[in-house]
């Protein structure tokens, strides 16, 4: 609705950054990962130089407000919906989560060392004026599995970063 109502400003940024024109253009999306074409020259290119990669996706969860402007009830809900959806992974998905106020010592240390533990908002900082860090650490979190391949925080910027 909002890039409907705003596409006066919004389609002109999004065709100055992209070069993509959303009034007489269609993005058009493929997700199917059999079509992805990788030559040997370009496996042993990447084999060489990386040695890991990140995907980041953001959603958000219908009926509960966004962090900055949450309160914490719906906090713990979005919270609550998450660990839901964490505890029926199964297989490769598997994994733990931690509640960023009942973190022991051990727990913190490793996944600081990890890169796993996202930053506490300060009051000078963006998230913090915005009122992102109201009841901190209450209704926040971090998933991984067990391989430490799939990763999710819970109520920080967004109600769920899946990385």
Same mark, same amino acid.
């Given at each position: 609705? !909002?890039?409907?109502?705003?596409?006066?400003?919004?389609?002109?940024?999004?065709?100055?950054?992209?070069?993509?024109?959303?009034?007489?253009?269609?993005?058009?999306?493929? /997700?199917?990962?059999?079509?992805?074409?990788?030559?040997?020259?370009?496996?042993?290119?990447?084999?060489?130089?990386?040695?890991?990669?990140?995907?980041?996706?953001?959603?958000?969860?219908?009926?509960?407000?966004?962090?900055?402007?949450?309160?914490?009830?719906?906090?713990?809900?979005?919270?609550?919906?998450?660990?839901?959806?964490?505890?029926?992974?199964?297989?490769? /998905?598997?994994?733990?989560?931690?509640?960023?106020?009942?973190?022991?010592?051990?727990?913190?240390?490793?996944?600081?060392?990890?890169?796993?533990?996202?930053?506490?908002?300060?009051?000078?900082?963006? /998230?913090?004026?915005?009122?992102?860090?109201?009841?901190?650490?209450?209704?926040?979190?971090?998933?991984?599995?067990?391989?430490?391949?799939?990763?999710?925080? !819970?109520?920080?910027?967004?109600? !769920?970063?899946?990385?």
């Amino acid at each position: 609705e !909002c890039f409907e109502l705003f596409k006066d400003i919004v389609y002109p940024v999004v065709k100055g950054w992209h070069g993509f024109d959303p009034a007489t253009q269609y993005h058009k999306s493929d /997700l199917d990962a059999s079509k992805l074409k990788f030559s040997s020259a370009q496996a042993k290119k990447f084999d060489e130089y990386v040695v890991s990669t990140r995907v980041r996706a953001a959603r958000n969860i219908s009926g509960f407000s966004l962090p900055p402007g949450s309160d914490e009830k719906d906090r713990l809900g979005v919270e609550n919906v998450l660990k839901q959806a964490f505890t029926s992974f199964t297989g490769e /998905l598997k994994g733990t989560y931690y509640p960023l106020g009942g973190l022991s010592k051990e727990d913190e240390d490793n996944l600081q060392s990890n890169g796993f533990l996202f930053q506490k908002p300060g009051p000078a900082q963006l /998230l913090g004026a915005a009122g992102a860090a109201r009841t901190w650490p209450d209704g926040r979190g971090i998933f991984h599995n067990a391989n430490k391949t799939a990763l999710a925080w !819970c109520n920080e910027e967004d109600h !769920c970063r899946i990385i």
